[in-house]
């Protein structure tokens, strides 16, 4: 129900501007996910062969969690704390955090800023010709009768003076 919310943009030019905007922009969200899953995937199988005793590390799906909640600010502060007895398991977890926030989070404000640039210059462009397109599937729906009716009340056989 509410992807059909969607077609309700073509009664404002900006709000579909806007979704064009959202769904051009959608894609680059993805590949950022998928990065920081491989970067996760990685490190978790990386930390988990570490010769170290936290039971939050203590294999791949577990390690992963962890992992997964550092970029997103999720993991305690006390959780970091523990870390710094196992000197390895705090270097490899300063390596990923640099990796994945630092650097994967930069790259997807790069490739949304691109993406959003693309999109921008002809983004009214795009939103009047999806406007155009929703209105075109639209019509066949409309019985001949209903269209008539409304042809009728424009009173465009009526003339009118410009000046009024």
């Known amino acids: 129900y509410f992807l059909l919310l969607t077609d309700l943009s073509v009664l404002s030019t900006r709000v579909s501007a806007y979704v064009l905007v959202c769904s051009r922009v959608l894609p680059e969200v993805g590949l950022f996910l998928f990065g920081l899953s491989f ?14 005793d936290s039971p939050d590390f203590a294999s791949i799906p577990e390690a992963a969690l962890q992992l997964y909640k550092m970029p997103f600010q999720m ?3 006390a ?33 949304l800023s691109c993406a959003y640039q693309a999109t921008y210059l002809d983004m009214l462009g795009f939103a009047r010709l999806n406007r155009g397109k929703i ?21 465009l056989d009526e003339r009118v003076e410009f000046g009024e």
């Open 135 to 155: 209105v075109v599937e639209t019509m066949p729906l409309v019985s001949k009768k209903r269209w008539l009716r409304f042809v009728e009340g424009l009173r």
């Open 39 to 52: 970067m996760v995937l990685a490190f978790a199988c990386a930390i988990s062969s570490l010769e170290q």
């Open 79 to 111: 959780r970091y704390d523990a870390l710094s007895e196992v000197p390895a398991l705090l270097a490899a977890i300063l390596v990923y955090v640099v990796v994945s926030v630092i650097f994967l989070v930069n790259l997807l404000i790069a490739q």
């Open 75 to 77: 993991l305690s502060g």
